[in-house]
């Protein structure tokens, strides 16, 4: 684990939404987990401590497929000036995490880190403990659904409708454009000449008001974007604690 000493700015929450075609995701749930997870991992390829945390996440996004668990890697740019810069990288990210280390009550932030539905934090590499808090959420009642409808990709931004029901008071609306899977050859740094795996990679980020509990939206796309391979992951979070109480996801087609 490297921990890292930071002041922390009062910087706001963000994440970034997108999806591609007209088609419609709810996150209304059936079957036996009545909850959900999500996963934030924040890591770095500057960091040493790092790829075991990835291999963690990546066994469990490939056990989950069909179930409410979300993942999402937030690459921190702190470590890049160890002498490698991670491409994936945003000092926003690192924002997110320092607004955890706030909601959290953390004296610093470190990589790898885990935070499970913005309430639990712990070493990412920790499989068991990740296994556990899983389990639990996913025994938990969502307290709130979303859905996201009319998404359509226009030459570099997506348009959308989103709704949301149930508990969503002092709350935002998180929005993030994922990418599957990706690999990096590092040519310097703590990882260099090891290539790297990474799954669920966080490419942007946007946040939306819930003074109303539905309406548009159209968000930019990041550079280079492809729509195989990647997914948007929404999610709604209280902005005084950090609780995040539903969630749900759409592929790109």
Not at 33 to 53: H, N, Q, R, W
Not at 124 to 144: C, F, H, Q
Not at 163 to 179: C, D, F, P, Y
Not at 191 to 216: C, F, M, W, Y
Request: hydrophobic share 40%; aromatic share 8%; net charge positive.
């Amino acid at each position: 684990m490297k921990s890292i000493k930071i002041l922390l700015p009062t910087a706001a929450v963000a994440i970034l939404a997108l999806s591609s075609f007209t088609y419609k995701h709810s996150s209304k749930l059936t079957g036996a987990d009545k909850g959900f997870a999500v996963i934030e991992l924040f890591t770095s390829e500057g960091c040493s401590s790092c790829p075991p945390a990835d291999a963690v996440v990546a066994k469990i996004e490939k056990e989950s497929a069909g179930k409410p668990i979300y993942i999402l890697a937030f690459h921190v740019d702190y470590w890049n000036r160890l002498g490698w810069k991670d491409g994936f990288s945003s000092a926003a990210y690192s924002e997110r995490q320092n607004q955890y280390a706030r909601w959290l009550n953390l004296s610093s932030v470190y990589t790898p880190q885990i935070v499970v539905n913005g309430r639990t934090e712990f070493v990412g590499s920790e499989e068991g403990t990740l296994r556990n808090a899983i389990r639990t959420n996913l025994a938990k009642d969502a307290a709130a659904q979303i859905s996201l409808t009319n998404i359509k990709i226009n030459q570099n931004k997506v348009d959308l409708q989103y709704q949301t029901q149930g508990r969503i008071g002092n709350a935002i609306l998180l929005l993030a454009v994922i990418q599957k899977n990706a690999q990096t050859k590092v040519e310097r740094g703590e990882n260099a000449g090891h290539t790297l795996s990474h799954v669920q990679i966080v490419r942007g980020i946007e946040s939306i008001s819930l003074k109303a509990d539905k309406g548009p939206a159209s968000i930019e796309l990041p550079k280079g974007f492809e729509a195989h391979g990647s997914e948007i992951i929404a999610f709604v979070q209280n902005t005084s604690n950090g609780e995040i109480t539903g969630a749900t996801k759409v592929a790109f087609n």
